[in-house]
T-cell receptor, first 109, second 112 residues
């Protein structure tokens, strides 16, 4: 079974803080690295990363992949209470998709 | 509207009573997948399908069956449900394997 490990498990920040979430994975059959946000419902897509070193941005969120060191980072700047969620990282390998356990982020006003 | 639909959204059943959870997508996606989500264990892939009549096991396939007779539908079948299959189930689809997946709204299953 492919392993995807996310850290930290959870964190609490205040509005306006910057958050960095980590995702490390095993190398076998790598196709892409996917980030999702999950509130009290289905996961919603954030980013898909396939190339090393190319940052993807969407508003206050950004993500980058390091295929040499086998990890990805998701950054959230100027956090808002609406960013409170579980963030999931998934590695597509071969035809399978394996998710990490997620990082729970709580943004306090 | 592009979407993945699942039915039912909530189901309480008893051990051993066969059930089917339906999944349908209207995006002409080739790849479809089923996941279960449990506290502390995250999302785990049960089965996936790369196209009609092409299915394969994910990480936790025991106790489940799937079929893909049409491109848009990918039902999940529990022939003899047990309490350890109590979970939140998500169906997802993507254009192809490795691409962004669109998730259905989830089915909360309780087996007593």
């Amino acid at each position: 079974e492919d392993k995807v490990v996310q850290s930290p498990l959870s964190l609490v920040v205040h509005e306006g803080d910057t958050v960095t979430l980590n995702c490390s994975y095993e190398v076998t059959n790598f196709r892409s690295l996917l980030w999702y946000k999950q509130e009290k419902k289905a996961p919603t897509f954030l980013f898909m990363l396939t190339s090393s070193g190319i940052e993807k941005k969407s508003g206050r969120l950004s993500s980058i992949l390091d295929k040499k060191e086998l990890f990805s980072i998701l950054n959230i700047t100027a956090t808002q209470t609406g960013d409170s969620a579980v963030y999931l990282c998934g590695k597509a390998a071969g035809n399978k998709l394996t998710f990490g356990g997620g990082t729970r982020v709580l943004v306090k006003p | 509207e592009a979407q993945v639909t699942q039915n039912p959204r909530y189901l309480i059943t008893v051990t051993g009573k066969k059930l089917t959870v339906t999944c349908s997508q209207n995006m002409n996606h080739e790849y479809m997948s089923w996941y279960r989500q449990d506290p502390g264990l995250g999302l785990r892939q049960i089965y996936y399908s790369m196209n009609v009549e092409v299915t394969d096991k994910g990480d936790v396939p025991e106790g489940y069956k799937v079929s893909r007779k049409e491109k848009r539908n990918f039902p999940l079948i529990l022939e003899s449900p047990s309490p350890n299959q109590t979970s939140l189930y998500f169906c997802a689809s993507s254009l192809r394997e490795g691409y962004e997946q669109y998730f259905g709204p989830g089915t909360r299953l309780t087996v007593t």
